[in-house]
Every structure is written in structure tokens, then in C-alpha cells.
């Protein structure tokens, strides 16, 4: 089968599409015939080698972290999916998505939303996720509730918006004035133009940053949130010290695989109350320049690869 590996950290030109032999499940595990595999700013990271999970000692290494495709292969322990199943899967770090068939635990994996076509479907796992868990998991944003989110117009913050105002929250986000518009229509009540516009002199106080710009932004932000509120990063770590003077509670997490959440993400695209942009799709073959679309472009909701269809 194809996969699309790096021997070496660098640049887009380490990315190889190479031959590797078909994975062979374990008891807990399903392969997935992959029709499409997204994007991500961490498979820029890993591929630069500035991503401390995956080292020198796990190269050659296969990048990608979500996919949407079919159940091929089933370990004789699973339970809950069958031969053919459409499925889409945040991964654990050691499987790679930019291939033609992957290995996931099948506590990773999820029906595909009834509502998409796969190269939609695929955009969603990794960047839903970490949107999920910032806001609910680490954020606990309720109903009722006002969370700032820096950011709004990219893979996670156009997830974020959504995510928030099904709960019932108020949304404020920080974008560039182009994008204004694209997250008025995802359901944000205030825009603000990070370019032209200060956020702190015209949001009031929120219950929650979900910060996924950080530097000068984070810093910034700890004068809007209320007593008892939270800044929550998918970056830096936010000051705790500055946090303490000012009674938030602050953190910074990296996301983790979990098909269960991946099923409530599911479940609200195909209510109709989350919508999935894809910016742009690339053959398996085009890694390299996805990538460098991602890193040099403006991108607006999420890049995807098409892998087999």
C-alpha cells in the first residue's frame, strides 16, 4: 500500500510517498481503508521535528491524524463495528492517516456522520475533538455562559463557535476582517478585526477564553475574563501566577483520541447544528504541498488529502 513518510525532519520535501506492507489488527484494534486523511498544524510540527512526542528513534515515520474511511480488517475483540463499516478516527500518535490503510483502537474510532461525504467527513476528528475538549473538558463552558475564542476562523475555531453556541453559550471570536463574515455565519455573536481592533476594549467580561493564537494575545486576555472564569490553551501555558491574582483557573492541554466524543460531534452534524469547511483537497501524492498550504496560506476551516475512493 502507499503511505506518504519522512526519514528526516524538515521541510515539505522530506514528505516520501514509499510501499509499506498492510498493518494486521489486534484484538482491540480495526483497520481502515482510508478514503481521505486531513491536515493538521501538528503534521507540520512533526514533520519540522518540533513536536516532542515523535523523535529521531520512531523515524521513518508516517504522518496524519484523522481520517474517514471503511472498517477493512477487525481484531477478534472488537465489538460494536462490522466489515464495511464508514467510520472516521482521530488517531493515536503512532498510526499515521497519510496512507492507504491504518490502524486505529476502536475506542479511537466513530460512525461516520450520515450527512457527509468522506473527504468532508475527514476534516473533523482531530480538530473536533480538540475543540470538544477545550471548551467542555478543561473549559467546562455551560449554558448560559460567554467564551471568547481567539482564532475562529480555522480548523479548530470554526468547530469551536459551533460547539459553544449548540450549548447554549455566547461567542465572541477574534478573526481578521475577511473572515468576518464566514463566522457571523457559523453563529458567532461578536466579531472582532484582531488587525484593526483591540478585543479587551470591546468584549465584556467572559467566562472562558478558549486561546488558540497565544503570545501577546494570551497575555491579554486575562483582563476580560471573569473572577472564577478560565483560559484554556492549545499553545503556551498561561501564567499561573497572573492567574492566581486574578482568581481564573488557566491550562494548557493537548488533545486525546476518543471515539465517544467523536459520536456526540457526529450526532450534532448530522442534526444540522455543526457545519464542516473544507478549504481545499489534495491527491495522497500532493502531502508536500498541502503542507506548505497550510503553513503559507490563509486557511479557512480545514485542508484534506484524497487517499482512495
Same mark, same amino acid.
Given at each position: 500500500?502507499?503511505?506518504?513518510?519522512?526519514?528526516?525532519?524538515?521541510?515539505?520535501?522530506?514528505?516520501?510517498?514509499?510501499?509499506?506492507?498492510?498493518?494486521?489488527?489486534?484484538?482491540?484494534?480495526?483497520?481502515?481503508?482510508?478514503?481521505?486523511?486531513?491536515?493538521?498544524?501538528?503534521?507540520?510540527?512533526?514533520?519540522?521535528?518540533?513536536?516532542?512526542?515523535?523523535?529521531?528513534?520512531?523515524?521513518?515515520?508516517?504522518?496524519?491524524?484523522?481520517?474517514?474511511?471503511?472498517?477493512?480488517?477487525?481484531?477478534?475483540?472488537?465489538?460494536?463495528?462490522?466489515?464495511?463499516?464508514?467510520?472516521?478516527?482521530?488517531?493515536?500518535?503512532?498510526?499515521?492517516?497519510?496512507?492507504?490503510?491504518?490502524?486505529?483502537?476502536?475506542?479511537?474510532? !466513530?460512525?461516520?456522520?450520515?450527512?457527509?461525504?468522506?473527504?468532508?467527513?475527514?476534516?473533523?476528528?482531530?480538530?473536533?475533538?480538540?475543540?470538544?475538549?477545550?471548551?467542555?473538558?478543561?473549559?467546562?463552558?455551560?449554558?448560559?455562559?460567554?467564551?471568547?475564542?481567539?482564532?475562529?476562523?480555522?480548523?479548530?475555531?470554526?468547530?469551536?463557535?459551533?460547539?459553544?453556541? !449548540?450549548?447554549?453559550?455566547?461567542?465572541?471570536?477574534?478573526?481578521?476582517?475577511?473572515?468576518?463574515?464566514?463566522?457571523?455565519?457559523?453563529?458567532?455573536?461578536?466579531? @472582532?478585526?484582531?488587525?484593526?481592533?483591540?478585543?479587551?476594549?470591546?468584549?465584556?467580561?467572559?467566562?472562558?477564553?478558549?486561546?488558540?493564537?497565544?503570545?501577546?494575545?494570551?497575555?491579554?486576555?486575562?483582563?476580560?475574563?471573569?473572577?472564577?472564569?478560565?483560559?484554556?490553551?492549545?499553545?503556551?501555558?498561561?501564567?499561573?501566577?497572573?492567574?492566581?491574582?486574578?482568581? @481564573?483557573?488557566?491550562?494548557?492541554?493537548?488533545?486525546?483520541?476518543?471515539? !465517544?466524543?467523536?459520536?456526540?460531534?457526529?450526532?450534532?452534524?448530522?442534526?444540522?447544528?455543526?457545519?464542516?469547511?473544507?478549504?481545499?483537497?489534495?491527491?495522497?501524492?500532493?502531502?508536500?504541498?498541502?503542507?506548505?498550504?497550510?503553513?503559507?496560506?490563509?486557511?479557512?476551516?480545514?485542508?484534506?488529502?484524497?487517499?482512495?475512493?
Amino acid at each position: 500500500m502507499r503511505a506518504v513518510r519522512i526519514h528526516r525532519f524538515g521541510g515539505p520535501e522530506v514528505l516520501k510517498i514509499e510501499t509499506v506492507d498492510e498493518p494486521i489488527p489486534a484484538g482491540h484494534e480495526v483497520v481502515i481503508r482510508v478514503l481521505a486523511a486531513s491536515v493538521n498544524p501538528v503534521d507540520a510540527k512533526i514533520r519540522a521535528g518540533k513536536y516532542p512526542v515523535v523523535t529521531e528513534k520512531e523515524l521513518p515515520y508516517v504522518l496524519g491524524r484523522d481520517v474517514c474511511g471503511e472498517i477493512a480488517d477487525l481484531g477478534d475483540e472488537v465489538a460494536g463495528f462490522l466489515m464495511g463499516d464508514q467510520v472516521f478516527a482521530f488517531l493515536s500518535p503512532e498510526n499515521g492517516g497519510y496512507e492507504e490503510f491504518v490502524i486505529a483502537g476502536s475506542n479511537e474510532v !466513530a460512525m461516520k456522520p450520515r450527512s457527509l461525504d468522506p473527504i468532508t467527513a475527514a476534516a473533523v476528528p482531530l480538530a473536533g475533538i480538540t475543540a470538544w475538549q477545550g471548551l467542555f473538558d478543561h473549559g467546562d463552558l455551560r449554558s448560559g455562559q460567554r467564551v471568547l475564542i481567539h482564532g475562529g476562523a480555522g480548523g479548530v475555531g470554526h468547530f469551536a463557535i459551533q460547539f459553544a453556541k !449548540a450549548r447554549g453559550a455566547w461567542v465572541a471570536t477574534t478573526v481578521s476582517g475577511a473572515d468576518r463574515a464566514f463566522v457571523e455565519d457559523l453563529g458567532a455573536d461578536q466579531t @472582532i478585526d484582531y488587525k484593526k481592533e483591540r478585543f479587551e476594549d470591546l468584549v465584556e467580561p467572559v467566562d472562558l477564553v478558549f486561546d488558540l493564537v497565544g503570545g501577546d494575545t494570551q497575555q491579554r486576555s486575562f483582563d476580560i475574563i471573569k473572577p472564577g472564569g478560565a483560559l484554556v490553551s492549545t499553545l503556551t501555558e498561561p501564567d499561573a501566577e497572573k492567574a492566581a491574582q486574578r482568581k @481564573i483557573r488557566v491550562g494548557r492541554y493537548t488533545a486525546q483520541p476518543s471515539g !465517544a466524543q467523536l459520536q456526540e460531534i457526529a450526532d450534532l452534524i448530522d442534526e444540522g447544528k455543526v457545519k464542516v469547511v473544507v478549504d481545499n483537497t489534495f491527491d495522497l501524492g500532493q502531502a508536500a504541498e498541502a503542507q506548505e498550504a497550510l503553513e503559507n496560506t490563509h486557511v479557512r476551516g480545514k485542508l484534506v488529502l484524497r487517499v482512495l475512493g
